[in-house]
Structure formats: structure tokens, C-alpha cells
């Protein structure tokens, strides 16, 4: 009898497995609607980031650290839909 942990393991390493053959699939389709639109993203999250550290006394630092993490997560993607897929994982 195979144990609980090692089924859920397995399944959630099925899916990543999944998601990663999908995401090897953008080098294959036009991205430059996909770079227009994180570029957009970027540059919005950004000056909303500007704006919260500059226009208030008092800094909400998780919020800070949201606008943070959103812009490195869409930056590193950006950087990776060019790249060949060997690169990628």
C-alpha cells in the first residue's frame, strides 16, 4: 500500500510538471503581446510603488513588499520568455 504523503507528492509533482511543458510551449507562440503587457504591468506596478513610498507618512511595509514581489515575479518572466527552454527549469 503506497502512503498518503507519497500519492499527494506524486500528484503535486505531476502538476508541476505540467505547468512547467506549458510554459515551454510560449517559446514556440508569438509573446510580444504578452511582453506589451507585462511591460505595462511593470511600469504600472511601479509608479504605484513609487507613489506608496513617497505619498504617506505612514508606509504600509507588507503592502511595500507586495508591489515588491509582483514586479520581480513579472521582470523574471519578462527575462524568460525569450529564452530557449533549456534554460528555463
Known sequence: MIPKMHIVRNNASRRR???RRALLH???NNT????EQLQREIEQLDGKLETLKTASNRIDFGLVQTYTE???SRRQLF???NRTPSKLW
Open 26 to 28: 510560449l517559446h514556440l
Open 70 to 72: 509582483m514586479l520581480h
Open 32 to 35: 510580444s503581446h504578452l511582453e
Open 17 to 19: 510538471d505540467a505547468r
Open 79 to 81: 527575462r524568460d520568455i
